[in-house]
């Protein structure tokens, strides 16, 4: 039941605080060009970083605070922007927030929820304080360099805080120093909440601080680019060639076949037409409802086709012995100066020819 009573109390006064964060933008007085729409969008902009705030978005809380604050100054903004911050562990960033509301006067007639904001920020600003650490940042060498530069987790470290403590966040951080010819070996540090540490860096001549030079590899002869081997070029072509020539003759052996299969087919037919055409004339007349003139028109057109099939496969036989004749030929011949081919040759089909094409 306390438990239940805690959670209750606690959730009342997260409401009540955005409530009151509302009520008091609106009774914040307005500023010299402020309009009605820019105080109205900073009120909506503070109540959205209450509810992100509320649901533990930190981040987006201050983001929208911040939006909030370039818009209508109000403590509140601050006061929930350290928040948001001490919850990311941003202590330094948390305690300067504080203090922009701490040490704000405020009039007299001032909203209660200004006045509040700056209490709760006094409060917290003295949980805060303790909890941030310190870190001492030493260079030795420092007097030979001109242009020194001390980087702390990749933010350049003022001149003046090099060599005194400065307040820093607690956890692990990262720090390093260089100058012109002068280099440092990087240090890390892990800082618990409210305690002191001194990291030391050394200079030393830049020369000195690389490691080793490893020795120079083994010579290896430089590989042959086959663009630039004329051997390779020379070789590569004619073989090619070559083998160009054994398909064509291949394709010549089966387009010659295939001819001559075709014409002794159109031989047969016709024949067997003849043949049909002698039954159909044996009675004196031969009209197309006859049986055997049906039998020899279409024997006719079987031969027809034959024929037609037989001419163009020995036209491509032809071409494809020609072709192969013609690459067995090129491929021991020899090649002109940079590898560029001395001559080239190609076969052609159009409708109803065929040939070769070639550069002699």
């Keep these: 039941m306390a438990a239940l009573l805690s959670f209750e109390s606690g959730f009342v006064r997260r409401v009540l605080g955005v409530s009151v964060l509302a009520f008091g933008l609106g009774l914040a007085p307005a500023a010299a060009g402020q309009t009605d729409e820019t105080r109205a969008a900073a009120r909506a902009l503070a109540t959205e970083g209450a509810q992100a705030f509320q649901e533990g978005r930190w981040e987006d809380a201050i983001d929208r605070f911040g939006r909030a604050e370039s818009l209508v100054h109000a403590p509140p903004h601050l006061l929930f922007m350290a928040r948001a911050h001490e919850k990311l562990g941003q202590l330094v960033l948390a305690r300067e927030a504080y203090l922009k509301v701490v040490r704000e006067p405020l009039p007299a007639n001032a909203p209660q929820a200004f006045k509040d904001a700056q ?92 490691a080793t030079p490893e020795p120079p590899a083994p010579s290896t002869p430089e590989p042959v680019n086959p663009l630039l081997d004329t051997s390779v070029q020379t070789s590569r072509p004619n073989q090619g060639m070559r083998i160009g020539s054994y398909v064509a003759f291949g394709v010549g052996a089966i387009g010659l076949g295939l001819g001559t299969y075709f014409l002794i087919d159109a031989a047969k037919e016709s024949s067997a037409a003849d043949e049909a055409f002698e039954k159909c004339t044996a009675a004196g007349s031969c009209l197309e409802s006859d049986p055997y003139a049906k039998e020899t028109a279409e024997h006719d057109d079987a031969a027809r086709s034959a024929r037609r099939l037989s001419i163009v496969s020995f036209a491509v036989g032809g071409v494809g012995i020609a072709a192969g004749t013609a690459l067995l030929i090129l491929s021991n011949s020899s090649r002109s100066e940079g590898g560029v081919p001395a001559a080239t040759v190609r076969p052609y089909f159009g409708f109803g020819q065929a040939g070769l094409l070639g550069t002699f």
Excluded: M, N, Y
Excluded at 145 to 157: C, E, F, I, K, R
Excluded at 172 to 201: M, Y
């Design 119 to 210: 209490a709760d920020a006094e409060r917290e600003l003295r949980a805060v304080e303790p909890r941030i650490a310190r870190l001492l940042v030493r260079v030795e060498g420092a007097e030979k360099a001109t242009d020194l530069s001390v980087v702390v987790d990749g933010q350049a470290v003022p001149p003046a805080l090099v060599g005194v403590g400065q307040p820093i966040d607690p956890g692990r951080h990262r720090v390093e120093a260089q100058a012109t010819g002068f280099t440092a070996e990087p240090r890390e540090i892990e800082l618990a909440e409210g305690a002191s540490d001194e990291v030391v860096l050394t200079l030393v001549p830049a020369a000195v601080a690389g």
